[in-house]
């Protein structure tokens, strides 16, 4: 692959030297790609074209827009409300909401599953996600039954970033090139917080003060909005220390 | 009809606390506006105010009209409001919400009722033919605070406006272009501007100025302000809310008259400077056909 970024328009031509050729497995599209038999392939949004020649797949990465569920995905939804199967989760503002069966959490049976209020907040994984259906969600492990660190969060304060900054923040450090050191120089200066960070574009802090809440969720969103290099964001961190000191 | 966003359980009680221990999730003090931006467009009664990430941006134009049978004297000057779904899809058009009808007879109280605009000075024969001026406010993104920011763009396009010249011999009405006769800028009488207080607390005992979307949800009771730099107050509104303590109302109203002198501070400074910019080679004056009152 190569280093360069490579950017497309909806319904660019995408030379054919990008896209994957594996001997054997089939080619894979992933969300912002169409293909128009026989064998065009056309992008349908704009962003920087990403193959991965090991899956055979390729796909368009944006960094705006609505979050669009995907299978497998972790996300933060707000409860809407309760029926009698299942909580209706909101993912993002204004759109349909997902499903969240109540018994798909950890060690829950019909007498002791876990009663969410509404605009309660659950971190969950998203295992359905068809088009022109609503999605669905789950809060424990299928194969083995266990929460893995989904569940409800209680307590702390929930921040919206870009979509394209929460696939940052989820990265594996080593993937992400060093991009996004905020939250590990906060750390450095002695902040203790803890975080989940949803891919619908939601940011969870908690900690035992208000005032490090406040600075985490403003470190991360002017890093977001300003989209700011390394450097300035160990600039911003510490003007927020020492704003709060 | 999507329903309208709400925030979440965690981000009630946060921001609530945070509130009650005197800071704001922007980092703001209680009493202060966010970095506030005005600018005019090329042409004449554009105005553009951004208030952090609300953004409303007013447009007034006049047109020749025969004049309201009952008020013959008098022209025409109304002001329309719109919030559409590139607001948030909750908005509809033609379907307006309670912010909406409350925001329009806000600005109708404090621009138009107060006698901002000498309507008189629209009348061109009386019975016959008279200006009407319209303000169309368009909201491009709402983060709280809608009034006070629809209720300064709306001052500043106003007097920003110049109307074409015109002329009455005998019978006959002459409206000149802009390249016969410089425009005039309307008669404007005073600027009044709005500032609106949020109470938050069990008794409403804290006040925030400039609230953002998500704490606007979350307040207990609002009180709008409107008032020129002299003091003079246009009009008070406290629609609905907890009730508050009658010294409280009188400190919010020092403090409006405070911001009423900056919000025309700043719109003086803005309008002289986008004067500068149009006026190329110092010949306004000239062109000009007005005399100095």
Redesign the interface.
């Known amino acids: 692959m190569s280093s360069e970024p490579v950017f497309v328009l909806p319904g660019d031509h995408i030379d054919p030297s990008l896209i994957p050729s594996h001997p054997k497995k089939p080619v894979r599209l992933g969300p912002g790609l169409r293909h128009v038999p026989p064998s065009d392939l056309l992008p349908t949004l704009a962003g920087q074209l990403v193959t991965d020649r090991q899956k055979n797949a390729i796909r368009v990465e944006t960094s705006n827009g609505r979050y669009i569920p995907r299978v497998g995905e972790l996300v933060i939804g707000?409860i809407n409300k309760s029926a009698s199967e299942v909580y209706f989760v909101s993912l993002s503002?204004?759109?349909a909401p997902a499903l969240l069966p109540q018994l798909s959490f950890e060690s829950a049976t019909k007498k002791t599953r876990p009663i969410l209020?509404p605009?309660?907040?659950v971190y969950a994984r998203v295992t359905l996600a068809n088009k022109h259906m609503d999605a669905e969600l789950e809060c424990v492990s299928a194969s083995t039954g266990k929460a893995d660190g989904l569940g409800p969060?209680?307590?702390?304060?929930?921040f919206t970033v870009s979509v394209g900054m929460a696939r940052l923040l989820m990265m594996p450090k080593k993937a992400q090139q060093g991009k996004v050191v905020v939250l590990d120089e906060l750390a450095d200066a002695g902040l203790q917080f803890e975080t989940a960070t949803g891919r619908n574009g939601r940011l969870?802090v908690d900690s035992d003060s208000?005032?490090t809440?406040?600075v985490v969720?403003?470190a991360i969103q002017e890093t977001d909005q300003k989209s700011l290099g390394a450097d300035e964001q160990r600039k911003l961190v510490k003007k927020l220390i020492k704003?709060l000191s | 009809m999507?329903?309208e966003?709400?925030?979440?359980?965690?981000?009630?009680?946060?921001?609530l606390?945070?509130i009650s221990?005197g800071?704001r999730?922007?980092?703001r003090k209680l009493d202060q506006f966010r970095p506030l931006e005005l600018s005019f467009g090329d042409e004449y009664g554009v105005a553009d105010v951004k208030l952090g990430k609300t953004r409303v941006l007013a447009k007034v134009s006049a047109e020749v009209t025969v004049p309201f049978s009952d008020r013959p004297f008098d022209g025409i000057f109304q002001i329309t409001s719109e919030l559409g779904p590139m607001v948030?899809?909750?908005f509809e058009v033609n379907r307006p919400t309670e912010t909406e009808i409350l925001l329009a007879r806000l600005l109708e109280k404090t621009i138009r009722r107060s006698g901002a605009l000498d309507t008189e000075s629209l009348c061109l024969i009386a019975g016959q033919k008279c200006w009407s001026v319209r303000v169309d406010l368009h909201i491009l993104s709402a983060d709280g605070n809608l009034i006070d920011s629809s209720c300064l763009a709306v001052v500043a396009a106003l007097r920003h406006f110049r109307r074409p010249d015109t002329s009455i011999e005998g019978e006959t009405l002459t409206i000149y272009t802009a390249a016969e006769r410089e425009p005039v800028p309307l008669s404007w009488l005073h600027s009044p501007f709005c500032t609106t207080f949020d109470f938050f607390g069990e008794d409403g005992e804290i006040v925030l100025v400039d609230t953002t979307w998500l704490e606007e949800q979350l307040r207990v009771g609002s009180v709008t302000f409107s008032l020129n730099k002299h003091g003079e107050i246009c009009q008070i509104s406290k629609l609905g809310g907890k009730p508050v303590e009658a010294t409280l109302i009188i400190q919010c109203a020092q403090m409006a008259l405070a911001k009423s002198k900056e919000f025309t501070d700043l719109v003086d400074a803005r309008l002289a400077e986008d004067a500068k910019r149009r006026d190329k080679g110092g010949l306004m004056a000239e062109l000009s056909a007005e005399n100095e009152r």
């Open positions: 707000t503002d204004y759109t209020a605009g309660a907040l969060l209680v307590g702390g304060m929930l969870w208000t005032k809440i406040i969720g403003r704003e | 999507p329903r966003a709400e925030p979440s359980l965690s981000e009630r009680t946060f921001t606390q945070a221990e800071l999730l922007d980092s948030a899809p909750s």
